[in-house]
């Protein structure tokens, strides 16, 4: 590798590395949070020790979660990937970034453009060319606050596994030698291992889709201002009356250079979306059946419980 490319590679390293690094920091701790915290810290109980498996949820938690585990790694590690590409741009990380990025993102210095052959880099490119750029290089408050409740989350959840022990189970169930824990974190809320549950899933959804976050600034937003910027062109062009016909001239995103990487972003976007909002509302409905079965099976030591410990989820809220 020549000297004319180390010093180039040299002059495109912010004069401070401390943002993205931060970043890449929280991308990564968040990635990490979720995959230890949502794994089963036991092996499935028996069938009929579960108490309700009659729900899709119920059938398929330990899919839920799996799927949860790989698409937070998903976009943990691509946004790290393009963070550190466009701080510390190398001919390894051009390659995700080329990727990753739409084309003409100001998102390839000269010698690493001209070391691809990618026909979409632009030679002319530098790392801090665009507005875009720029903030995916810096960590938004959003983003860092999502990765703190993550990993806020995910020590709850540790030390419900630790307070349960082998009777913590990702499926309901009441075992024949069950006990009633109300110590540790039981003995703040009666369900704090949702409290996680929510925590985690809250978020990985703000680390996502905070300010600076990759998905945002480089395929959701851009998508959405040209999606939005060609149909006012075409409303203007072609009138009202024929609206009917907007998307598809010119003017239209979708028929643009990058319109599969956009429409795979807004996809992602909206199947987390659905599943994180699925997956709360049924975890809601696991609190209530949850207060049943224990009351049920221990009766009067749960009420003592309830009666100490009033509050499921947050104190002093719910």
């Not at 970043?23 to 968040?30: F, G, M």
């Not at 790392?127 to 290089?137: E, H, I």
């Not at 079965?293 to 809220?317: I, K, M, N, T, Y």
Request: charged share 15%; proline share 7%.
């Amino acid at each position: 590798m020549s000297s004319t490319f180390d010093d180039r590679s040299l002059a495109a390293i912010p004069a401070d590395a401390a943002p993205p690094l931060v970043k890449i920091a929280a991308l990564l701790a968040t990635g990490y949070a979720v995959h230890w915290s949502l794994s089963p810290p036991n092996p499935p109980p028996a069938p009929k020790t579960c108490v309700d498996n009659r729900t899709l949820f119920e059938r398929a938690i330990r899919h839920v979660t799996f799927c949860t585990k790989m698409m937070t790694w998903a976009f943990v590690l691509a946004d790290a990937l393009v963070t550190l590409h466009l701080a510390f741009p190398s001919p390894l990380t051009s390659l995700f970034a080329a990727a990753l990025l739409p084309a003409g993102t100001g998102a390839f210095p000269d010698a690493l453009a001209s070391s691809l052959s990618t026909s979409s880099l632009s030679s002319t490119a530098t790392t801090t060319s665009t507005p875009m750029v720029g903030a995916l290089l810096t960590p938004s408050w959003l983003l860092l606050l999502g990765s703190v409740v993550v990993s806020c989350g995910a020590v709850l959840r540790l030390a419900c596994f630790r307070a349960l022990g082998s009777l913590f189970t990702f499926e309901i169930t009441i075992s024949p030698d069950h006990t009633l824990v109300t110590a540790g974190p039981y003995s703040h809320v009666r369900h704090p291992s949702y409290t996680g549950v929510y925590a985690l899933l809250l978020g990985s959804t703000a680390v996502m889709l905070a300010p600076g976050a990759w998905l945002r600034e480089a395929w959701l937003v851009p998508s959405a201002c040209a999606a939005v910027r060609g149909l006012a062109g075409m409303v203007e062009d072609l009138g009202l009356e024929r609206r009917e016909d907007v998307g598809a001239g010119e003017g239209s995103c979708l028929g643009r250079p990058g319109a599969v990487g956009a429409i795979l972003a807004w996809a992602f976007v909206i199947f987390w979306t659905t599943k994180v909002t699925y997956a709360l509302k049924s975890t809601n409905k696991r609190v209530q059946t949850e207060d049943r079965e224990l009351h049920r099976v221990f009766g009067s030591q749960w009420e003592e419980w309830a009666d100490r410990v009033r509050w499921r989820l947050v104190p002093w809220v719910y």
